[in-house]
């Protein structure tokens, strides 16, 4: 699947929300598209270890995690098993770790930042609902894409 985020803009002028610049690339694919699925959750990742050890079917996993500086999200484990369990992608708003590893994984991933905290298990957040983040609605069945331009959304697939 091949796409640039800017000529998906162009095509599709209107049709697209874009995010505005706040990530940066730390996956081993810097392109990256899917259905979004959502999490929402602070500085507990137990939900995000769910998701990502079951299928992805070619999803992305979208987590707000409320912008948290404090925690990592998502380390270079659940960045595997989430390769392994066939997801295209994850967008963090919050941070993840162990960068230099999830650097050659097989999946996409951008994230606010990298911290070396991990996260509390409490069980707490919950799944399958929209979430504003980056000047965007992502709202979970509607399509994400990714590449080094950045992240557009849109309701319907824009590609085959």
Not at 11 to 30: C, M, T, W
Not at 86 to 109: F, L, Y
């Amino acid at each position: 699947m091949q796409f640039k985020t800017a000529d998906l803009c162009d095509d599709h002028e209107g049709k697209v929300s874009v995010a505005q610049p706040l990530f940066r690339d730390y996956g081993g694919n810097i392109s990256f598209a899917g259905e979004i699925f959502t999490i929402k959750c602070f500085e507990d990742n137990s939900l995000v270890r769910e998701a990502l050890k079951s299928p992805g079917e070619g999803k992305v996993l979208v987590i707000d995690g409320g912008g948290s500086t404090r925690r990592a999200l998502v380390g270079d484990l659940l960045a595997q098993a989430g390769a392994d369990n066939k997801w295209s992608g994850i967008v963090v708003n919050g941070c993840i770790r162990d960068s230099g590893v999830i650097a050659t994984i097989n999946i996409g991933c951008k994230a606010l930042g990298t911290l070396p905290m991990k996260t509390d298990k409490k069980g707490i957040g919950e799944k399958g609902l929209t979430v504003h983040f980056a000047d965007v609605d992502f709202v979970p069945g509607h399509y994400l894409y990714a590449d080094e331009d950045g992240v557009i959304v849109s309701s319907t697939n824009l590609i085959s």
